[in-house]
Structures are given as C-alpha cells and as structure tokens.
Nanobody
Framework: QVQLVESGGGLVQPGGSLRLSCVASGFTSDSDYYAIGWFRQAPGKEREGVSCINTRDGSTYYSDSVKDRFTITRDNAKNTIYLQINNLKPEDTALYYC??????????????????WGQGTQVTVSS
C-alpha cells in the first residue's frame, strides 16, 4: 500500500518561504515508482501539477506558473521529497499534495496526473 505523508504547510506572509516535505513508503517495487511530484488545488480551481522529480536521476519538471520560485529535491536515504517555495504569493494559496504513479516520469506524472495521493498540507499566503 503506497503511502504519502505531507508536512510543512502553514500561514505565510507574501514574499516568505516554506519547505514542504513528503515521506513515501509502501512501494512493492521501487523501480516502478520512480517519479514523485507535488500538486496543488486552490478553491474553485482545478488541481495542478506544479513540480515532479525522478527519484533515480534527479531530473525535474516544473509548471510554467512556478518556475524560478519552486525547487523540488529528494533524499532517497530518507524516502523524502521536498518542495522549497520562495517568494510566496497569495495565488500560491492552495492545498498541496504529494503524489505518484507507476511507470510515469516527472513530466508525464505532472501533466497527466497520478494514481496515489497523500492527504495534503495547506499553504496559505496572506498578510
């Protein structure tokens, strides 16, 4: 049973930073689930794949809306994926989810979506 547990969300002022974490477990075959990503959904908007990473080689994908402000990294020893968010804007307010699916690389995962989701962590940007 794939499990993804997010943490690190909170209330931040515009211009601030946050680092989200996602601990992954339960993979029956690590070789199948080689990409993990971050998605977000704001009220009244569709879910968006913002950043995904290949846990083997570290290659990444970012949506155009978050390039230059978001950085995704991984620590394979800790089975953890991080999302560093800088220069937060009110429009970044959303529920952020960690997600994965077998046999999908970073771009495909972010663009076409995953099967397995975490519970999400709320990010609110407000003064």
């Amino acid at each position: 049973q794939v499990q993804l547990v997010e943490s690190g969300g909170g209330l931040v002022q515009p211009g601030g930073s946050l680092r989200l974490s996602c601990v992954a477990s339960g993979f029956t075959s690590d070789s199948d689930y080689y990409a993990i990503g971050w998605f977000r959904q704001a009220p009244g908007k569709e879910r968006e794949g913002v950043s995904c990473i290949n846990t083997r080689d570290g290659s990444t994908y970012y949506s155009d809306s978050v390039k230059d402000r978001f950085t995704i990294t991984r620590d394979n020893a800790k089975n953890t994926i991080y999302l560093q968010i800088n220069n937060l804007k009110p429009e970044d307010t959303a529920l952020y989810y960690c997600a994965t699916q077998r046999f999908r690389g970073p771009r495909a995962l972010c663009v076409f979506g995953p099967r397995y989701w975490g519970q999400g962590t709320q990010v609110t940007v407000s003064s």
